[in-house]
């Protein structure tokens, strides 16, 4: 039952969720639970004048209403947990409930609690609030101009921070042989996954303990995040989530909403549950992206890429989010030069505030943009000069024989083969033959297109060391305790906190295949922090290359102690004993093999009538592994299109990806995530994108007028993967989650522009409806 | 807050509920918050989701658009009352077999639409089964292998048919897997 890793095997965590026996936050009930509900401005920018909760008190299931001058001095304000350095940030703390002011629609202004869920939503209506409307700013761009209304008085010009990274002059630019520049707009999108936010507190006011499940990426983060708002010693919170209905990244922030609840069970000494509405999920939950780009790139009439400069006007919307502003800076910032040798790169960024909701990190997380941009810019690059994009991309891809290669920003790539990756996916499109049958096809009035992008995405974030430099409030390690119980079976702890990412097999396979058991005998553990001891959660693909690692070095603790134990049971020193499929072997000089099973070895330590002298009994190993730089997956997607020259619209006729995420442990799993990223990527590219009206109002603020993609939008995706392993991780792996995000966005647009190509377009911004499209044709068509 | 209650007798996964129901709670409601059968997920307020979709009388339907008292005499099944974990609804070991799905959340409204798709076409082309699903949003798994699910369903359906005095699933499988 070795040999597991590599190996297709389904998926341990789906018997209970095809069945229904799934433990999702709001499944939680408890005896006597009351129900919240949180009254939300209607305005993006207001000041408070006045809050009657008098009529609200009266209703006969209310058993609370609470303002933000009751809790003022109880609950404290929500922290931003990520302050890249040297930026002079102004990290204004976000008030569980409004004081005085609200910054956007959605901000709370106070919190029902009633015994009923259906009351409690009436209650909400019976509070009456007084506002003065305030004008407000929702762009950026708009946001930093010297008229524009302050989202908070102490940040001039609604800066929150300008932050910089690496060199590159004026003059390289201006001088180049070639120089193109454009300005990219990132749409602003909303994550929406599935299962809408939530959370459950119960608190033991005999022991001072408070119990919560919570819809988190990372139970360890809120918990030392909630025991600073709430005042609670850290031991003294339990968060729970087992269930995690997928994140995206809208999942790792620190909500105020659940910090109410926390302060209403202790308050009142009941249970309390909230689970967001949908409309508040649109409203509320951290949105992505958002940002207005404007990029020079600089090159030779060869076809050489020599520097890039991208200068980023971030919306934060109306607080910075708990990782907010690492993700248009240091994820974002460092990846500009992606997978090309460029000599200079600069990035500059300005994080802006604005009366919208506060943005933070969205699946990809500040490198989809980056790579979005970058390989936008190739695509015009080689426009300009008439080459083919796979041949400037050929050009300037960093070699396989340059790892590690530093990076003109700093970072040092692990290690890759970008040109066999490139190949692979050439290969299986057929791009010569394409281009051929373009031409043809395009005689005939088709307008078909194909893009490209090749990739590199930082990834397996840790380690420690680098966070701090970075300005991340906490560690990027990640702990493990591997439990061998006596009867031979494992329980693994994992800090890691997967939510629909398959950890619960694929660390299985670690493990079954490290120790030769069946993934059967293998349980793993996640989402509680009173069972696993500190942990940094799920993000940024940084499960497997981090968690993984951490769990595969635990294990091997586990053998070297059992390896102790049968050189004592098999007579003979460590050295001679082996450890291979479950079973430690010894060949003696008298030539006799003498063997323990795993299972024997383990009952051994724990009986203890026996061990080697200095060997305690018991049989676990634990690990807080802290890696020692990034691992960096790579790939190269392609996409066909055509367009419809009548409706605009588009048609997605193939798409292949190729990606490299070192070693793969599943790749039933793996394909599984490319799967559901490419979906995202599309998403962005052609459907999603988040509407405020000059009012602040969210005008994309359902499922009915919020694009999400649906089964029918796509073809059936190729997918295949190189293995480069991680040259500096026990594994050799990378991280996968992410990687469709990443490449799909930039793919699609590049193939619809190569479409639009014979009516001279050069860029459309995104989403790319059909109108959008349209009209560039119409008008695109008549000055051709 | 007068509300009169209403009394309502519903079969839901096969076992008769006499219930007082307040006239306005909605039948996803009743399921999660009365009788603690939370497999059936509530994804939104706009009955775009599809994630709480559940078989009224044999038709799946979305159980936030439908009140409980709407129900009266009708039956119900929910994903609890699908199949066992010993024995698998076809459409849960599709999805299972061929991962339809990762977090899980939309999965049973989605096998619930499955189930519909499949009553109403039981041999569904790829693009059939894309368009079925148009009801349902899945956040995560970007379609494919729910797609691929729902045709190991079909064909496991359709072997079953052939071989009916077989009754095992798992020998279901091995036709299916044989072909
Ligand atoms: S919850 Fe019923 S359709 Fe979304
Ligand atoms: S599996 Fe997560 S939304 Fe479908």
């Not at chain 1, 939300?40 to 209703?59: G, T």
């Not at chain 1, 599935?194 to 303990?209: D, L």
Request: hydrophobic share 40%.
């Amino acid at each position: 039952m070795s040999g597991v890793f590599g190996g297709t095997v389904k998926r341990k965590e789906d018997p209970r969720l095809i069945t229904g026996q799934g433990t999702y936050t709001d499944d939680v009930k408890l005896q006597n639970l009351a129900h919240a509900a949180i009254l939300r401005s209607p305005y993006a920018h207001a000041l408070i004048k006045n809050i009657d909760v008098s009529k609200a008190l009266e209703h006969p299931s209310v058993i609370a209403v609470f303002t933000g001058k009751d809790i003022e001095q109880r609950v404290g304000p929500i922290p931003t947990a990520w302050l890249p350095p040297d930026s002079d940030i102004k990290a204004t703390a976000h008030p569980a409930l409004a004081l005085d002011r609200v910054r956007y629609v959605g901000d709370g202004v106070a919190m029902v609690v009633a015994d009923d869920l259906y009351a409690a939503k009436d209650a909400l209506e019976l509070i009456a609030v007084e506002y003065e409307v305030l004008p407000a700013v929702v762009n950026q761009e708009a946001a930093m101009d010297d008229a524009a209304p302050l989202v908070h008085s102490d940040a001039p010009h609604n800066i929150a921070f300008h932050w910089q990274a690496g060199d590159a002059t004026d003059e390289m630019f201006e001088s180049a042989p070639v120089h193109v520049s454009h300005r990219f707009v990132q749409q602003r999108l909303i994550p929406n996954a599935m299962e809408p936010r939530s959370s459950v507190a119960q608190y033991n006011k005999s022991t001072g303990s408070l119990t919560m499940w919570v819809t988190t990426q990372n139970p360890h983060i809120h918990r030392l995040l909630l025991s600073g708002i709430l005042g609670l010693p850290e031991h003294k919170i339990r968060i729970l989530a087992i269930d995690v209905g997928g994140g995206f990244g809208s999942k790792i922030a620190c909500y105020p909403d659940e910090a109410l609840v926390g302060f209403a069970a202790m308050e009142l000494g009941i249970p309390v549950k909230w689970t967001e509405e949908r409309r508040e999920n649109f409203l509320v939950t951290t949105h992505g992206r958002d940002m207005i780009l404007d990029v020079d790139l600089a090159g030779e009439k060869d076809g050489t890429l020599t520097a890039i400069r991208v200068r980023n006007m971030a919306n934060m919307g109306a607080y910075l989010s708990t990782a907010g502003p690492g993700v248009p800076t240091i994820l974002f910032g460092l990846i500009v030069p992606g997978a090309y040798r460029f000599a200079h790169a600069k990035v500059d960024v300005y994080g802006v505030f604005t009366n919208t909701t506060p943005t933070d990190a969205y699946r990809g997380a500040g490198r989809p943009e980056a790579t979005y941009l970058l390989e936008r810019m190739v695509d015009l690059f080689a426009m300009e000069l008439s080459m083919d994009p796979v041949e400037v991309r050929r050009k300037n891809l960093i070699g396989a024989d340059e790892f590690p290669y530093h990076s003109a920003l700093g970072l040092e790539y692990d290690s890759g083969n970008y040109q066999q990756a490139l190949d692979k996916a050439i290969g299986m499109i057929g791009y010569e033959t394409f281009r051929k049958e373009q031409e043809e096809l395009r005689s005939q009035g088709r307008y078909v297109g194909i893009g490209c992008t090749t990739y590199v995405e930082i990834c397996g974030l840790g380690p420690s060391q680098v966070a701090g430099a970075v300005g991340f409030q906490g560690g990027l390690w990640e702990s493990s305790t591997v439990r061998v119980h006596p009867t031979g079976k494992v329980t693994v702890f994992t800090g890691a906190s997967p939510h629909g990412q398959g950890e619960e097999t694929t660390f299985a396979q670690i493990v079954g295949d490290r120790l030769g058991i069946p993934i059967d005998d293998v349980e793993i553990v996640h989402g509680d922090t009173d069972r696993i001891a500190m942990g940094w959660g799920t993000y940024g693909s940084r499960t497997t290359p981090v968690g993984g690692n951490a769990l595969a070095i635990a294990v091997d603790r586990v053998i070297d102690k059992a390896r102790k134990i049968a050189a004592h049971m098999l007579l003979t020193v460590e050295e001679n004993v082996e450890f291979d499929k479950g079973i430690f072997y010894t060949n003696n000089e008298d030539g006799a093999v003498r063997q323990a099973t795993f299972q024997e070895v383990v009952l051994q330590a724990y009986l203890a009538w026996n061990l080697p002298s200095g060997v305690e009994p018991g049989l676990e190993g634990h690990s807080f592994y802290d890696p020692v730089n990034f691992v960096y997956p790579f790939g190269t997607h392609f996409c066909m299109v055509e367009v419809d020259r009548e409706t605009g619209e588009i048609k997605i006729l193939r798409y292949v990806a190729v990606d490299d995420c070192g070693r793969v442990i599943n790749p039933m799993i793996a394909e599984g995530q490319v799967h559901g990223g490419i979906a995202q990527g599309i998403g962005q590219a052609l459907w999603e994108g988040a509407i405020y009206d000059d009012q602040g109002q969210l005008l994309t603020g359902t499922f009915m007028d919020y694009a999400m993609p649906k089964a029918h939008f796509f073809p059936e995706f190729e997918t295949a993967f190189t293995e480069t392993p991680a040259p500096q991780n026990l594994l050799g792996v990378k991280g996968i989650g992410e990687t469709g995000t990443i490449a799909s966005t930039p793919t699609v647009v590049n193939a619809v522009v190569d479409a639009l190509r014979p009516f001279g377009v050069r860029d459309l911004d995104m989403p790319l409806t059909p109108e959008k499209v349209w009209r560039a044709m119409e008008k695109g068509g008549e000055s051709a | 807050m007068a509300i009169t209650n209403t009394s309502v007798e519903i079969t839901i996964n096969g076992m008769l509920h006499s219930l007082d129901v307040e006239p306005r709670l909605l039948l996803v409601h009743l399921l999660r918050e009365k009788l603690g059968l939370c497999g059936t997920h509530v994804g939104c307020d706009t009955s775009q989701c599809g994630a709480c979709t559940v078989l009224l009388d044999g038709q799946a339907v979305k159980s936030c658009t439908v009140l409980a008292v709407q129900t009266d005499k009708q039956t119900i099944t929910t994903v609890e009352g699908l199949g066992t974990i010993d024995h698998l609804h076809p459409v849960q070991e599709g999805f299972w077999e061929k991962h339809g799905l990762q977090c899980g959340f939309c999965t049973p409204g989605v096998m619930m639409a499955a189930v519909g798709i499949l009553e109403q076409n039981p041999h569904p082309t790829e693009e059939e089964i894309r368009h079925g699903l148009e009801g349902v949003i899945c956040r995560c798994t970007g379609y494919q292998n729910i797609v691929r699910a729902v045709q190991y369903a079909a064909n496991l359906t359709e072997s079953s048919a052939v071989e009916s005095e077989v009754a095992a699933s798992n020998i279901h499988r091995e036709a299916y897997e044989g072909r």
